[in-house]
């Protein structure tokens, strides 16, 4: 195992991780099914950056949160168990938010967050 320094805290990374622009629709996406660098890259309507895109899987992948499997010649990415559970917790955070009387538009009240027009605006 990897030698930790002292003030080195893997909890923040992975909370500095979860909050840059395109994680969570990128987990979200390759949790519904399995999807190729090309599919994820499509799926993004081409906005984001190809190297932006590459380096967030690479994090996904340090994180255990996804893996990278080869079928054939082609190249899937797929989320692990610890992927698919963050994305259960990710659900339960926006539960917890009508308790805390965050504002959710009404369309977004039961729905998946990737799924909002405002969503779609900030990524």
Do not use: H
């Not at 629709?25 to 599919?39: A, D, H, Q, R, T």
Request: some cysteine.
């Amino acid at each position: 195992m990897k030698e930790q320094k002292p003030n080195d805290c893997s909890l923040i990374k992975l909370y500095a991780f979860l909050g840059k622009r395109w994680t969570y629709p990128l987990l979200y996406n390759i949790s519904k099914s399995p999807k190729s660098y090309n599919n994820l890259y499509m799926l993004s309507k081409k906005t984001i950056n190809p190297t932006l895109l590459a380096e967030r899987l690479r994090e996904f992948i340090k994180f255990d949160i996804i893996k990278r499997q080869t079928i054939g010649e082609r190249v899937f990415y797929s989320t692990t168990k610890n992927g698919e559970k963050l994305k259960d917790i990710l659900n339960q955070i926006r539960l917890l938010s009508k308790d805390l009387k965050c504002y959710l538009p009404k369309d977004c009240k039961e729905r998946c967050c990737s799924k909002c027009k405002i969503f779609k605006k900030t990524v």
